[in-house]
C-alpha cells in the first residue's frame, strides 16, 4: 500500500506598486492555495472452474461440465457419488457458495413422472447438504468463501448422487446437517411404472458472490 502524501505549498505574492494602494487599514489581502489526493482502484474478477476425475466427463476445467449420459435403468437406481472440485481461479475470495439442482425433460409423461420421483443427494465437507427428491431440492449453500488463486482455500470438493429406491450414497438415511454423512443405503421409494422409458436432465449449479 503507497501512502499518498499531501504537500501544502506556500506562495508568495508581489504586488506592484498600484496594487499597494489596496492594502490599508481595514482592507487585507488572501491567498488560497489547495492540494488534491487520487489513487487508482481496480475491480477484481470472479473465475470459477469445476473439475470431475469420472470417466466421460467433458468440459474439466471450465465453468461447464457434463457427465456420461446414463441408461436404460431399472426402478433402483444410481449415479454413485459424483465428486467435483470447485476452484476459485479469481483475483479475489468468493463468499456464498450455493448449489441449485435442476432436471429438464422432453416434456412427455414418462419423462415428467421420472423428474419427480428420483431423488438427490448432496454433500460438500462430509456435510450432508440436502437428501431427498430432486424436483423439491432448493439453492442451498455448500460453503462459506472460497480464497483468491494461488491462496490456501481456494478450492471446495462436493459429491452429489441423483438416485432411486434404497441406493447406495454418501448421504445414507442423513437429514441435511447431518455431519458427518453417515454413507449408507437411502429410504428413497423406488421408480413408478409411469416412469418407465422417461429421460431426465439433471443439473447441479454453483454461484458465488466476488
Known sequence: M????????????????????????????????????????????????????????????????????????????????????????SDIPVSDITATPGDSTDGSPASRAFANEVSLCEVSLDTVIYNGPLHLAPALAIDDALAAFGQPGNTLDYAFTIFAGPALTACGTGAPGTWPAPAGFSSAPPLNPDAEGG????????????
Do not use: K
Open 2 to 89: 503507497q501512502l499518498l502524501r499531501l504537500r501544502t505549498v506556500a506562495l508568495v505574492g508581489v504586488l506592484g506598486v498600484a496594487g499597494m494602494g489596496l492594502v490599508g487599514v481595514g482592507a487585507h489581502a488572501v491567498f488560497t492555495t489547495s492540494t488534491a489526493s487520487a489513487q487508482t482502484v481496480t475491480a477484481g474478477t470472479v473465475d470459477m472452474t469445476l473439475f470431475s476425475p469420472f470417466h466421460g466427463v467433458t468440459g474439466n476445467d471450465t465453468p461447464h461440465i457434463r457427465f456420461a449420459d446414463l441408461g436404460p435403468e431399472a426402478s433402483t437406481f444410481t449415479t454413485w457419488d459424483q465428486l467435483v472440485t470447485i476452484t476459485n481461479r
Open 199 to 210: 429421460v431426465i436432465n439433471p443439473s447441479l449449479t454453483v454461484t458465488a458472490t466476488g
